[in-house]
């Protein structure tokens, strides 16, 4: 991976980010992307957020007839509360604010726990919640359908119209209605890696293939053998449009998420517009998108969408939005420029070899095999971890959800939290990695399991080490 340490890997791409986007503010400690010119009069403000690595989601996609802000979490894991709540107060003009989130549990209670907080400062708060996808429900982070790539069709044309100067209501019943006028489906033609995990998150054999994929890694529908790209046009655009059935013409976005190249997606963009046709699904031709956002492949349809098509057709590629293109091409040239005057090689001896001979994982992979080994009954045993290392544990037995439980969601899931009825007492270990460790502070459940628990095994050494802590009972001994 091209990165320093995982532990970074956040705030060195918002540091980047701030380098090549002088029209953005860009607060790197509190982690919040905030157009320049924010707050404008009189508009409404638009705030959305996620884990971080769906680039360009959500922060790429703020300025202009989009977002007034997003805010990143750490890979994979939601945002909290603070960072919301600071997006809103930097882009509130009195019009009032529209969350956009997408729906995992994480997300939506940590929105739903800033509009509160926002209430209370006197922002007047609004909330869509994004469910697009077709392939499951109730899936291991979410209650009812995932919100995915029609996301983007939200931020687009309720950003357009923030930009005419609607109200808060029109803006909200507007991304409303896109998202329910939108159905999305993926497939995974292989695993995504995290910066923390440094392999790939789930096991998919040579030769095979995963419909209906989550974003996340979560489980699909069903696994096939690869297929071709016109057989996978067929099972994608059937689960959608016989979810959506929609009316005429369509907006079609093609995603790759990071990993297609473009050469595949737009062959792909080819068979999926002939399977449309096919059905007599009629495609909106200014509106057909193929981009790279978010880690796999995935259609998104959205249907019936005449009453606010012409908010996003007609202002896709603004005045405004082509100087940020042109910025966006000086700034790329400068930096390659600027690569290039600095190309000394002595001077990169030192990063080079400590990056090709420093393992910055070892502690989390020799974390999993400790738990893989020395615990007795792992379908019996509930474990606190963070996304490192969540997949690693369920398929070595541990149960998902239940046995090894993220531990943002110990305090912040209510499915999770009704399970533990006497809190950090109903649990066995805690991992405490630094992601853990520094926010347990704001987690009753996960600060009070750190407080009764004594490390076992410890992996690493000093802030970035991993412990393996046991939970104690008050006389003393291991639970």
Known sequence: ?????????????????????????????????????????????LVSGGGSGHEPLHGGFVGPGMLSAACPGEVFTSPVPDQMLR???AVDSGAGVLFIVKNYTGDVLNFDMAAELAEDEGI???????????????????????????????????????????????????????????RSFGVALSACSTPAKGSPTFDLPPGELELGIGIHGEPGRERRAMMTSGEIAEVAVEAVVSDLRPRNPVLVLVNGMGATPLLELYGFNAEVHRVLAERG??????????????????????????????????????????????????ALATVLALAAGAYVVPHWYDGARTAVTTDANAPYKAASKWLATEVENPERTRVLVDDALWLDLVHQGYEPGLGVIWFYKADLDPAVTKTMPRGWKDLDYVVA?????????????????????EPVATFGTGPDRIEIRQIQTSAGGAR
């Not at 853990?436 to 407080?451: G, H, S, T």
């Open 1 to 45: 991976m091209l990165i320093n340490v995982p532990e970074t890997v956040v705030a060195d791409a918002l540091r980047g980010m701030a380098a090549a986007h002088p029209e953005l503010t860009v607060d790197v400690e509190n982690r919040v992307i905030v157009r320049r010119d924010a707050p404008v009069a009189g508009k409404v403000g």
């Open 87 to 89: 997006a809103a107060a």
């Open 124 to 182: 007047q708060i609004a909330k869509v919640l994004v469910n697009d996808d077709v392939a499951v429900t109730d899936s291991l982070y979410t209650a009812g359908r995932r919100g995915t790539g029609a996301t983007l069709f939200v931020e687009k044309i309720a950003g357009a119209a923030a930009d005419e100067g609607m109200p808060l209501e029109r803006v909200e019943a507007i991304a409303r209605q896109v998202n329910e006028n939108s």
């Open 281 to 330: 699904v009629a495609v909106a031709r200014a509106a057909m998108y193929v981009i790279q956002a978010l880690p796999f492949l995935a259609l998104v349809l959205a249907g019936g969408t005449a009453s606010v098509a012409h908010a996003v057709l007609s202002r896709w590629r603004s005045e405004a939005e082509k100087r940020y293109v042109s910025v966006g091409r000086y």
């Open 433 to 453: 990695s630094p992601t853990v460790r520094r926010d347990a502070a704001d987690l009753p459940n996960v600060k009070a399991a750190m407080e009764h628990s």
